[in-house]
């Protein structure tokens, strides 16, 4: 019964390279949300995907990421460009269902280091 | 803006005894609650959610309260362990405003041997 995977843990990029994190939600749940956290903060919420669809991106930057969740795969955070305020931890959530009352279980995280 | 928020940044406790965490939030639309619970290094964990139309909720070792008179949440730890040290946040979202989670900042725990 596997949870929240994400890979990978860790990822280095040099400014202006670009970075990929991936997301496989736990089994039979079809919504995924991303957050950002910052060291000794909260987490902040990016975007709210289901399959192929992006609901709520209201908590994303509007240029250089993206955020994609495929018919078949995983869901793909894209970061081009990377800059050093890029660093942080970045945690994926899913959930069985939409509803806002529904939990939401978080993986373990991509830590992004810009150099 | 309307945020959640917490009161103690960092809260050192005796093994054994009980532990509470407070939280503070400030909009009256929320209702639904959740804690969770993050170790050095790992993503959150959930411990315990609360509706608001509950004023009270137990787990294993932990419980939930929640005043919404003075909207006010906070989780009570019994018999506290080593391995309960670790950052809790707490997390609200709205009904019918999205999925997305809000966040507190967070709260240390510290327990002593």
């Known amino acids: 019964n596997a949870g929240v995977m994400q890979n990978p843990r860790h990822l280095v990029r040099r400014r202006g390279q670009e970075a990929r994190l991936r997301c496989s939600p736990m089994?039979?749940?079809?919504?995924v949300y991303w957050y950002r956290q910052l060291p000794e903060e909260g987490l902040k919420f990016m975007v709210y995907?289901?399959?192929?669809?992006?609901?709520?991106e209201s908590g994303m930057p509007k240029e250089r990421f993206s955020a994609e969740f495929p018919k078949e795969g995983p869901s793909i955070l894209r970061i081009q460009q990377v800059v050093r305020g890029d660093s942080a931890a970045y945690f994926c959530?899913?959930?069985?269902?939409?509803?806002?009352?529904?939990?939401?279980?978080f993986g373990p995280g991509t830590r992004l280091t810009v150099l | 803006g309307e945020s959640v928020g917490l009161h103690l940044p960092t809260l050192s406790v005796q093994e054994g005894d009980n532990s509470i965490i407070n939280c503070a939030y400030s909009?009256?639309?929320?209702?639904?609650f959740i804690w969770y619970k993050q170790e050095s290094g790992k993503g959150p964990q959930f411990i315990i959610d609360?509706?608001?139309?509950?004023d009270k909720r137990q787990g294993q070792r932990v419980t939930v309260l929640l005043n919404k008179t003075v909207k006010h949440l906070s989780l009570q730890i019994a018999a506290t362990q080593p391995g309960d040290s670790a950052v809790y946040f707490c997390?609200?979202?709205?009904?019918?405003?999205?999925?997305?989670?809000?966040f507190g900042g967070g709260t240390r725990l510290m327990v002593k041997p």
């Open positions: 959530a899913s959930s069985r269902q939409g509803a806002g009352a529904d939990t939401q279980y």
């Open positions: 909009n009256s639309a929320s209702d639904y």
């Open positions: 089994k039979g749940h079809s919504h």
């Open positions: 997390a609200e979202n709205i009904n019918n405003a999205g999925n997305m989670l809000t």
């Open positions: 609360i509706r608001s139309n509950m």
């Open positions: 995907l289901q399959k192929e669809n992006i609901i709520d």
